[in-house]
């Protein structure tokens, strides 16, 4: 089975060594996706397996055989952005704009988790099945993406906006 990257078939490299990452930057030219340390700790290569945020540069393409892979490319429909995209322009949660893509990502799965319930070291209550997406709480569950131009604020203004405490 291929692997479905932003609605599209893609064949499985033959060869198994290739990262996501790789495969995604390299062999098919799609660029949102960055390649920062290549190691797994910044959150740069962020992208969405079946709707749960990892990381492209720590998993092999064949690992996701038969999956759907979102980018940063396959968030906006009809060359309408994303309201998460949107709204990272309008609070200005970008500089560089090099982590934008994988905290777009990440924060998009990060949601989903909260959706589910699912506690961060924050969380005041365990028990409690509904997730308050406070700035504290966005700022705990997105502490894997860092930013090395110092956007946080807007970035966590953005996703506030969208999702969070702030949401409309």
């Given at each position: 089975?291929?692997?479905?990257?932003?609605?599209?078939?893609?064949?499985?490299?033959?060869?198994?060594?290739?990262?996501?990452?790789?495969?995604?930057?390299?062999?098919?030219?799609?660029?949102?996706?960055?390649?920062?340390?290549?190691?797994?700790?910044?959150?740069?290569?962020?992208?969405?397996?079946?709707?749960?945020?990892?990381?492209?540069?720590?998993?092999?393409?064949?690992?996701?055989d038969g999956r759907?892979?979102?980018?940063?490319?396959?968030?906006?429909?009809?060359?309408?952005?994303?309201?998460?995209?949107?709204?990272?322009?309008?609070?200005d949660g970008f500089?560089?704009?090099?982590?934008?893509?994988?905290?777009?990502?990440?924060?998009?799965?990060?949601?989903?988790?909260?959706?589910?319930?699912?506690?961060?070291?924050?969380?005041?209550?365990?028990?409690?099945?509904?997730?308050?997406?406070?700035?504290?709480?966005?700022?705990?569950?997105m502490s894997g993406?860092?930013?090395?131009?110092?956007?946080?604020?807007?970035?966590?203004?953005?996703?506030?906006?969208?999702?969070?405490?702030?949401?409309?």
């Amino acid at each position: 089975m291929p692997i479905v990257i932003n609605g599209v078939a893609t064949e499985v490299p033959p060869d198994p060594r290739v990262s996501l990452l790789d495969l995604l930057r390299e062999r098919l030219t799609m660029t949102g996706t960055k390649k920062g340390c290549n190691q797994g700790a910044c959150g740069a290569c962020t992208v969405l397996a079946d709707g749960e945020r990892i990381l492209s540069c720590l998993a092999l393409a064949v690992q996701y055989d038969g999956r759907r892979i979102t980018t940063v490319e396959g968030l906006s429909e009809n060359d309408t952005l994303h309201p998460l995209q949107q709204a990272f322009v309008e609070h200005d949660g970008f500089q560089c704009g090099y982590c934008t893509p994988g905290q777009i990502c990440s924060a998009i799965g990060m949601v989903a988790e909260a959706n589910r319930g699912a506690p961060c070291h924050v969380t005041a209550d365990l028990a409690e099945e509904t997730v308050v997406l406070t700035r504290e709480q966005i700022r705990e569950r997105m502490s894997g993406n860092l930013c090395r131009c110092g956007a946080h604020n807007g970035i966590v203004e953005a996703i506030a906006a969208t999702y969070g405490d702030g949401a409309s």
